[in-house]
């Protein structure tokens, strides 16, 4: 079986991350909750380019093992690409994204509202990166 990728979904996809954690995190959101809840101090001078960088490195491949698994789920089960994409998103969300967190947060003894915020925002960040893939599929597939 060969594994088809449309890379341009992937790329879009990557880039949904920062518009969604951009609006997500910022101050009129969620922003200054998730800054004193996290005991994150903004009043620095920090330089941001790293972490963007990693954070998009990150959601790259975040967003092209999901195409991939999309794609394996989709050539073993059948059915509507769209449909299949968000249920693969949900699943690997659920079974690694949010469980890793809970476990870890539960260890560090982060509070709930935290872990939930977080959570929450790798939901809705999975979610229209499925979105995405699922209606944009590599071309010959659907």
């Given amino acids: ?5 449309n890379y341009w979904a992937v ?14 995190y910022t101050p009129k959101v969620f922003g200054n909750y998730w800054m004193r809840v996290a005991k994150v ?15 998009l490195v ?7 093992v999901l195409a991939l698994a999309t794609q394996v789920a989709w050539e073993a089960l059948g059915g509507n690409y769209l449909v299949m994409a968000i249920t693969t998103g949900l699943m690997l969300w ?5 469980a890793r967190f809970i476990t870890h947060d539960a260890f560090e ?31 010959g597939t659907v």
């Fill in 41 to 55: 101090d903004n009043t620095g001078d920090r330089n941001a380019v790293a972490p963007i960088l990693m954070t």
């Fill in 1 to 5: 079986m060969v594994i088809e990728v």
């Fill in 11 to 24: 790329v879009v996809a990557t880039l949904s991350t920062m518009v969604v954690g951009s609006i997500w």
């Fill in 109 to 139: 003894g982060r509070p709930a509202g935290l872990t939930i915020l977080n959570i929450a925002h790798e939901l809705v960040t999975v979610l229209v990166m499925a979105l995405i893939i699922g209606v944009w599929p590599p071309a």
């Fill in 58 to 64: 990150v959601s790259f491949i975040s967003a092209w």
């Fill in 94 to 98: 659920a079974g690694f994204t949010a």
